[in-house]
């Protein structure tokens, strides 16, 4: 089989999920002939994502969220404006991935949460089969919780999410515990890659910290130096930042780099983040305990929040408080593995969500095994 990706290039969760699916597409003897980015002018692609995919990369303009000022808060109003100036943009871009889906003809186009993705779908109708796959199709499962919305952003988010499967035959919804699939939906465990199974966690004297708007860098700043005695470590993808900034004692700034980003993760004494799905699964997985600060503006994240605590996982919180998380840290240590067991069933996951009649002869032993 051979599968092309599309891929939302917002934070590192959606490329570090490709990466996991393309080493289990290689494992099961499956083709990845390429890879589609959502690329924009405010962030940069982190190297670590055109080594470990090993795949032709293509980038592309696609519709971005627009900030305040301050590079915090989302502004959903003027989002929508500024991508509606860029629809001569985009329709290059649609173009762009209809040149290379006619030159890789793939079996399977598998979506990460790009808005492009569904909307190629919808308008040129390929050959191959549609596939799209995030935490956010979770949204289609009756136990799902929405957080509280403001104005008409839980509209907004399930109109995107509706439109980034247009015409999927299958949606994989990615969420922190087992849950029945749907109709609808397959609900699938967290895509962690194999470098994150490998890692011994430990416990160092640090904090982590991700965040997916610069703009985030200032409060943390402001926190670190009031208190002198907490070590952070934060990552970001801001542009024109160096590969590392000190400017306290007690606080140092890192392009993202995804090793140095796990082995952090594996020895921080707990991760405080913007609620991005993916880091906070890495933290659950080496049972570092979370606090999340959803994002202004981004209801998915709202969202994101709400499941972090309702899984168990840690807590939410509205500014960089890291006292929050040295309490809960104090009070409720992490010893479930649940949440490991949920992720190691993905040779299973796989097997169901191929059909049998593109399976590869390895497919075949391995579900036999599995009945």
Known sequence: MKFLFIVQGEGRGHMTQAIAFSNMLKIHKHELVGVILGKSKRRAIPEFFSKEIQAPVYLVESPNFACDKDEKEILIGRTILQNLTKTSTFRKSLNKIHEIVKEEEPDIILNFYDLLGGIYNGIFRPKAEYWVIGHQYLSYHPDFKFAPAKGLNRFFFKLNTKMTAIGASEKLALS??????????????????EE???????????????????GYGKEIL???????????????DKKDAAETENPLPNLSFHRVHDKSFLRDMAACKGLVSTAGFESICEAIYLKKPVMVIPVKGQYEQACNALDTVHSGAGIASDNFDF?????????KPITDNSFQDWVSTWPKTFQQILPETMMTEPDLVLTQSFS
């Not at 922190?176 to 890659?193: A, N």
């Not at 402001?222 to 907490?230: E, Q, S, V």
């Not at 006292?323 to 009070?331: A, G, H, P, V, W």
């Open 196 to 214: 994150v199974k490998k890692l011994d966690s430990t416990l160092d004297d640090f904090f982590l910290t991700y965040i997916v708007n610069c």
């Open 176 to 193: 922190f515990y087992e849950l029945e699939s749907t109709d609808e939906i397959t609900v699938v465990p967290p895509l962690l890659r």
């Open 323 to 331: 006292s929050k998380l040295e309490n809960l840290i104090q009070t």
């Open 222 to 236: 402001n926190y670190a130096a009031a208190n002198p005695h907490l070590k952070i470590r934060a990552y970001w």
